[in-house]
């Protein structure tokens, strides 16, 4: 007896490639299924937010403080000072006679009276005494004097002559300061001019 062979067909092996790719397929259709079944969550929608107007106001900057103007110290005016007040003292001056030796001659004294012998005799007029108007100069305030604030009042006693200048001049009341008192004198002394008296109608 013979023996048969019995052809029995050999099965194909399957392509892993095809059977990832179909796993693939499937898997991605599940998906897809799942996500078109699955209900919409309400969209969110943002809150409209309230609108704020804001104020911008622009402040300028300060202005850089000047510096103070300098100060200027003026210097103060020099006090006034007072000018000695010069009171002259008119003397009335002694009638002399004249000499011709150059030297002044004593005041004439009147001779005494003699007994009244019914005869009418001279006398001699005593002097008059007569007050003396002056034309007087401004004083110049010495430099020193004024430099040092030195004021005061000096009293002179003045001798004239019949012209009505000074020819003697002294110190009556010293006004406390000699260079005041100095300064007085030399200038009363130098430039100070007098109205002579009048006595019977003639300087005296």
Avoid: C
């Avoid at 110049?140 to 004097?145: I, K, L, M, S, V």
């Avoid at 007085?184 to 009048?198: I, N």
């Amino acid at each position: 007896m013979s023996s048969a062979s019995l052809a029995v067909p050999s099965r194909a092996h399957p392509d892993p490639v095809r059977i990832a790719a179909l796993s693939a397929t499937i898997a991605l259709n599940l998906a897809a299924f799942v996500i078109a079944i699955r209900p919409k969550a309400p969209s969110l929608m943002p809150a409209a937010l309230p609108h704020t107007s804001l104020l911008v106001r622009w402040i300028e900057a300060p202005k850089p403080t000047p510096p103070p103007p300098p100060v200027v110290v003026k210097p103060l005016p020099p006090r006034p000072v007072a000018m000695p007040r010069v009171t002259p003292v008119a003397v009335h001056p002694p009638v002399v006679v004249p000499t011709t030796e150059g030297r002044i001659a004593a005041p004439v004294v009147p001779p005494a009276t003699l007994p009244s012998t019914g005869t009418p005799t001279t006398t001699t007029a005593a002097p008059v005494e007569a007050t003396l108007a002056y034309r007087s100069a401004p004083l110049r305030y010495p430099h020193t004097a004024l430099r040092q604030h030195l004021q005061g009042t000096v009293l002179l006693r003045v001798l004239v002559d019949e012209t009505g200048k000074p020819i003697d001049v002294q110190i009556a009341h010293s006004s406390g300061y000699t260079l005041l008192d100095h300064s007085a004198r030399e200038q009363v002394l130098a430039g100070w001019r007098f109205t002579p008296a009048m006595a019977n109608g003639h300087p005296v």
